[in-house]
């Protein structure tokens, strides 16, 4: 079974400018002179955890790594409510990430995204397939409206986290609950920290519930924290993700050259597997790995396993 890499810390680091009042945190560790790498967080609006960095072997890779806009070390922070979200689209987030290739005169990279970093994956290879050596995709994210029906309704995961899913829907009053997204999107952007931050965190609360195999209690986070990643996570969501009417299995064509490992827990209750499944059909050339022991985390052991696997095979191309 494989392990993480040890921790290491970043050997540069800095703050980009893409645009838009947007400064867009980014650093690299590793080998310098290693095959490039770029690994892409979830939410979308989670930010950039140090375990993110031991998914690859640092004497192989130059591994970068960067907070999306407004969120984490990235300039604005939607944790302020007056911060617009306006030029937070996924076309953005592609463009920066092309933006930080020509910064660190990275010529092609391997990308590696789980969750919403999938989705964002899937979306810059599409749009840059020359600039991608390989992909590793872990719980695979369409965004389409069956996906956001089995998050946001009563007959997908509520089912299956009943408890949990009466906290979220209670929150809001009962004449509103025919639109959760809507009613909820409301009460994230009122201006009153008194609407806005319960609003937040009942969203929060629901979002955190199916991450991993075994229940786990949601991450203490502060106020701003929990408003930042529900006002992005809501942006998203309630834009379909800011993807082309067609989807994303429409593009894969474009990318179907490049090696891909696909990688989903069974037991995925946030990005069930057929989704991944889906993508599999629609790219049977791709690697496909549905652990078995597994749900939404990244770290789990079978999932751990699998994607730095793909990793260390990949860092000899």
Excluded at 20 to 46: R, S
Excluded at 91 to 116: I, K, P, Q, T, Y
Excluded at 148 to 176: K, M, N, V
Aim: charged content about 25%.
């Amino acid at each position: 079974m494989k392990e993480f890499y040890p921790p290491i810390e970043p050997y540069d680091s800095g703050l980009l400018d893409v645009g838009d009042g947007n400064e867009i945190y980014w650093e690299t560790c590793g080998n310098p002179a290693g095959k490039p790498v770029v690994f892409l967080h979830g939410g979308p609006g989670g930010g950039l955890l140090p375990a993110f960095r031991r998914f690859f072997d640092p004497a192989a890779y130059r591994i970068v790594l960067f907070d999306q806009r407004n969120c984490g070390a990235s300039r604005p922070s939607a944790a302020d409510p007056a911060v617009s979200l306006r030029h937070n689209t996924t076309s953005h987030l592609v463009a920066d990430m092309e933006r930080l290739r020509e910064h660190l005169s990275v010529d092609r990279w391997l990308v590696f995204g789980g969750s919403w970093g999938s989705t964002l994956a899937l979306s810059y290879a599409q749009a840059h397939p020359g600039r991608v050596t390989e992909l590793v995709l872990r719980g695979i994210y369409l965004v389409r409206r069956s996906d956001e029906d089995w998050t946001f309704t009563s007959s997908g995961a509520a089912r299956l986290f009943p408890a949990e899913w009466a906290a979220f829907r209670d929150a809001i009053p009962a004449d509103e609950r025919h639109d959760l997204i809507a009613a909820y999107g409301r009460r994230i952007g009122d201006p009153d920290p008194a609407v806005h931050l319960p609003a937040a965190r009942a969203w929060m609360d629901w979002e955190f519930s199916a991450n991993t195999l075994l229940p786990v209690d949601p991450p203490e986070l502060d106020d701003g924290a929990v408003l930042l990643f529900a006002r992005i996570t809501h942006h998203y969501i309630s834009n379909g993700g800011f993807l082309p009417k067609e989807g994303l299995l429409a593009g894969i064509d474009r990318i179907r050259h490049i090696p891909t490992v696909i990688v989903n827990g069974r037991y995925d209750m946030k990005t069930p597997p057929d989704q991944a499944w889906d993508l599999h059909q629609a790219w049977p050339e791709a690697e496909f790995h549905l652990v078995e022991d597994a749900g939404h985390g990244g770290s789990e052991p079978g999932t751990r396993h699998r994607l730095i696997d793909a990793t260390d095979r990949f860092r000899r191309r």
